[in-house]
């Protein structure tokens, strides 16, 4: 049976222990200040990258991995003898799969599969998760694209933002470009739908949003049991009180707590606090 590995890339948010522990290759994007260029995650941490945005001239931008930098995973594992499946940020907002796909054809000795995963932060990374667990128990190439794909069409991320400035200025704002201008104290939630940033709703005061948060969960899972993260834009106090509401509230097999990679906080700026799923 092929030995699998999985690949994702840097907005999974995954803690580093869990890439650790099940082995999950990482290929960072970059956030660029200026004329500096730093590696997502590796260079800049989240708390470096929360403390330098409010001070920045302009507000940085991002790039997507080059094919090259796959090509320097790729090679190892290729010369280690393993089947790839890589996943990553949605295709709609980042070229980031493009360049897998043009990583692996430099790569001709290589099994590789590339999955869009259309949608970002812990939505990825829950679902990188649950592909790695799968290869650690053995599980076939087959066996595991199933899972991936079915999870790409059931993991839930919805989000609240406390400003749709960032989104706007970082040209990802998707479809909900139309809540731009609403009154004062106006929070959407947000989600991803087909790749892209998509309205769900909107109400006055982000304690509200986070209530309907929690209620569409429910409405959608049911008393079914869910494997989870909740996620945050620099406001631990904000995730840890989301945290305790979906522990005390929902049946989580397990919960992950991350915060927002300095790529993706880029866009959802601080404040963000965000809640990914999927029914087990």
Not at 81 to 90: A, L, T
Not at 196 to 202: E, G, L, N, S
Not at 222 to 249: P, T
Request: net charge negative.
């Amino acid at each position: 049976m092929a030995k699998i590995r999985i690949v994702t890339d840097s907005t999974c948010d995954l803690p580093k222990e869990l890439l650790e522990q099940y082995h999950i290759g990482l290929v960072p994007l970059k956030v660029i200040f200026g004329n500096e260029v730093y590696r997502d995650g590796i260079d800049m941490s989240p708390k470096e990258f929360y403390q330098r945005l409010p001070l920045a001239e302009k507000t940085p931008t991002t790039s997507q991995p080059s094919p090259g930098e796959f090509v320097c995973l790729y090679e190892h594992l290729a010369r280690e003898e393993y089947s790839v499946i890589s996943i990553h940020i949605s295709g709609e907002i980042s070229g980031t799969v493009q360049s897998a796909e043009l990583g692996g054809k430099m790569v001709p000795d290589l099994d590789l599969h590339v999955v869009d995963s259309k949608t970002v932060s812990l939505g990825l990374g829950l679902i990188v998760l649950a592909a790695a667990k799968a290869a650690m128990e053995g599980q076939s190439k087959s066996e595991i694209l199933d899972l991936v794909n079915a999870l790409v069409s059931r993991c839930r991320l919805y989000f609240v933002l406390d400003t749709l400035e960032y989104l706007h200025k970082g040209g990802r704002i998707g479809r909900a470009g139309a809540l731009l201008g609403s009154l004062l104290n106006i929070k959407p939630i947000l989600t991803f739908k087909d790749g892209v940033v998509t309205p769900v709703d909107k109400l006055r005061g982000r304690n509200r949003a986070i209530e309907r948060i929690l209620a569409l969960v429910k409405e959608q899972a049911g008393n079914r049991k869910i494997m989870c993260g909740v996620l945050h834009g620099n406001d631990f106090s904000g995730v840890m009180k989301l945290h305790e509401r979906v522990v005390n509230e929902y049946d989580c097999a397990e919960i992950l707590i991350s915060e927002i990679s300095p790529v993706i906080g880029t866009y959802a700026g601080p404040g963000a606090v965000g809640l990914a799923y999927f029914t087990l």
